[in-house]
């Protein structure tokens, strides 16, 4: 099967991009392993007209979108992709699909400590700005650099920077406290600066260039997410770590309306 665009994640940037390009009426298929990254968050924020919505709602209406149509929706695995005339083929189980172009919107996992997992997205998280309001005024301990403390304190004047994580106190399924060395440090929140890898194992062995940033080496794209291979797009958290939901959507709709030009002037 031929598509004029294979959409890799189905995110908020992966469907941004599937609902322009559908609209365009290119031949779309989002292909999605159904793990988003804000999967255990209950909410969202900081979404123009959308604050406060659940994630898997906002992926639920814009499925139905993007279906609506007429793009293809697929929860699958993609094993592999190549290079090849005209284009790229992408190996999914049990069956490869060809693309023109391909856009790449995987995102990335924050490598979360085992014990702090039960609570990541909702009494322990890494953003401020996705999480912070809800905890306002409350206390807070940061792991993290001093910026992210000076950060947090917008947010509530009793914050604890501690140096280490290496145990939490849950009670009535709630956080109560953050053991760091042998100091026990009252908490009702945590703000974690977790590691994060981006889910870019495809587009490096295509060819993708990468470019240091402050979290670390990430696929390097311009401003309207093309990648240093053409006929690669890349949108959202797989080539910007700090792009919150409604900026990973824009990132999608930005890369869509440049793939859809790059058909254009391909003469497709």
Request: aromatic share 6%; net charge negative.
């Amino acid at each position: 099967m031929s598509y004029e665009v294979v959409i890799i994640g189905g995110g908020a940037a992966g469907l941004s991009a599937a609902l322009m390009l559908t609209r365009a009426r290119r031949s779309v298929l989002v292909v999605d392993g159904a793990e988003p990254r804000n999967k255990p968050a209950a909410h969202m924020h900081n979404y123009l007209s959308r604050d406060g919505l659940s994630p898997l709602d906002l992926l639920k209406h814009g499925r139905a979108e993007v279906e609506g149509y007429g793009g293809e929706i697929v929860n699958d695995t993609v094993h592999g992709v190549t290079k090849i005339d005209g284009g790229f083929a992408v190996e999914l189980s049990g069956r490869t699909v060809h693309a023109q172009r391909l856009l790449f919107a995987t995102g990335l996992v924050d490598e979360v400590p085992e014990i702090l997992r039960a609570r990541w997205g909702r009494d322990v998280f890494s953003c401020p700005y996705c999480h912070g309001y809800e905890v306002r005024d409350q206390r807070l301990v940061v792991f993290g650099e001093e910026m992210k403390v000076a950060l947090v304190r917008q947010w509530s004047g009793d914050v604890t920077h501690v140096p280490s994580v290496d145990g939490i106190e849950v009670e009535d399924d709630r956080l109560v406290a953050v053991i760091s060395g042998s100091e026990r440090v009252p908490a009702d929140a945590l703000v974690y600066s977790a590691q994060v890898k981006p889910r870019d194992e495809f587009l490096l062995a295509l060819g993708a260039e990468t470019a240091e940033t402050p979290m670390g080496l990430f696929v390097r794209t311009d401003d309207k997410g093309r990648t240093s291979v053409p006929g690669v797009y890349a949108a959202g958290n797989v080539t910007d770590p700090a792009a919150i939901v409604i900026v990973a959507a824009a990132q999608g709709a930005q890369a869509a309306g440049m793939i859809n030009m790059d058909l254009v002037l391909a003469g497709t």
